[in-house]
């Protein structure tokens, strides 16, 4: 879940630590986002920085994250730690699904009828078409066998926003579409 205890030096258990102590809060709060009301603190955010903070430490150092000058420079009103999760929850689900090859996430935008639409691709194997609206249903997950909740939880938090995320067709990779109305929580 958070890595082993290989080495025995207090550094690297610490790391371990750490990162167990990460996970924890990430399932709290995915098990709050389930059940409780969502109540976004809105704020005027960047697309660009929320997305860099949100996969920073996620994905590894070769991974290629494509923000396009779209996507960078657009502004949401959007609580920034609930945006920053679900951005975390797409990559941390891109990383998982590259196994051994080097990720390439993609993020672009535009603006269409008062909505943002923002794409969030990358170049693993894809999610079947068959399976698109089940990947977004509580523990379904075809990994870990005590996960799926993290599309559920950035399901919640577009919703909560007034906005939206679906699976998009493609010819490889996965995926996804995110609508955030420009203004105020209602569409
Ligand atoms: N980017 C992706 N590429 C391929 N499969 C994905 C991707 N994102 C999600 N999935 C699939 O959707 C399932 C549900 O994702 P999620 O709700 O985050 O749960 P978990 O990651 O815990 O399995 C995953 O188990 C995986 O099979
Ligand atoms: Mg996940």
Redesign the pocket.
Known sequence: MCGSYPKKDWQHRLVVMRNCIKSAKRMLTQQAMLTGEIKPKRASVKLGLLVTRATRGVLPDKAMLKLKSSAEQLRISADPNLMEQAFR?LAT??V??MKERIIDLSVSASIRNSEAVIYVR?N????PWEHRER?FEPY?????PW??????TVRRIMEAHGGSISLGKSKSG?KFIIRIPLKGNKK
Do not use: C, H, M
């Open positions: 929850e689900n891109a998982k699904a990358d693993g194997p894809g999610i990947v379904v997950s075809f990994g870990e996960g799926g909740l993290g599309l559920t996965a």
